[in-house]
């Protein structure tokens, strides 16, 4: 299993690196040609969801990407180290930052992934998230001599 790791501070402009990145090692993975606009999309749509998460936060760690190579897979597993509320909280408060906003917005944003991937496993707690996609890979050709 091949890994490598990306990390980036929360800030917009680091989003297309990101994808860029991720669209070069899924191509080398494996991952069919006609799928890497998708996961340049997904990827961006994690990503962004990611630094908007951290700077609504105020959090300065980066954001971390891990680009996972396996036998007959491909994963991208996009990280934030925002806290996230416990499922069935629900926060107190309008205007900026309102909590029912920023909800919709998230939801949105994962609606947009879900659309794009097929396998996407979502975590959320009290010390970060994680958005981890998953794409099938065909193994390089056999060449015969």
Same mark, same amino acid.
């Given at each position: ?10 800030? *917009?402009?680091? !989003? ?8 070069? !090692?899924?191509?080398?993975? @494996? ?22 998460? %951290? $700077?609504?936060? /105020?959090? =300065?760690?980066?954001?971390? !990407?891990?680009? #996972?190579?396996?036998?007959? $897979?491909? =994963? #991208?597993?996009? @990280?934030?180290?925002?806290? %996230?509320?416990? +499922?069935?909280?629900?926060?107190? /408060?309008?205007? *900026?930052?309102? *909590? ?12 947009? #992934?879900? /659309? ?19 794409? +099938?890979?065909? *193994?390089?050709?056999? #060449?015969?001599?």
């Amino acid at each position: 299993m091949a890994t490598v790791e990306l990390r980036f501070s929360a800030l *917009p402009e680091h !989003v297309r690196t990101a994808r860029l990145v991720a669209a070069a !090692v899924a191509r080398r993975a @494996g991952v069919d040609e006609a799928v890497l606009d998708e996961v340049r999309l997904a990827v961006g749509e994690a990503c962004t969801r990611a630094v908007g998460l %951290h $700077q609504t936060g /105020g959090i =300065s760690a980066p954001v971390k !990407v891990l680009l #996972i190579e396996e036998e007959k $897979q491909f =994963s #991208i597993e996009v @990280g934030d180290e925002a806290p %996230h509320a416990v +499922p069935g909280e629900r926060a107190d /408060g309008a205007g *900026p930052g309102d *909590p029912d906003s920023e909800a919709e917005e998230d939801e949105m944003g994962l609606a947009v #992934i879900s /659309g794009l991937v097929d396998d996407v496993e979502v975590s959320a707690g009290e010390h970060g998230g994680s958005i981890k996609m998953t794409w +099938p890979t065909t *193994p390089p050709p056999t #060449i015969l001599v």
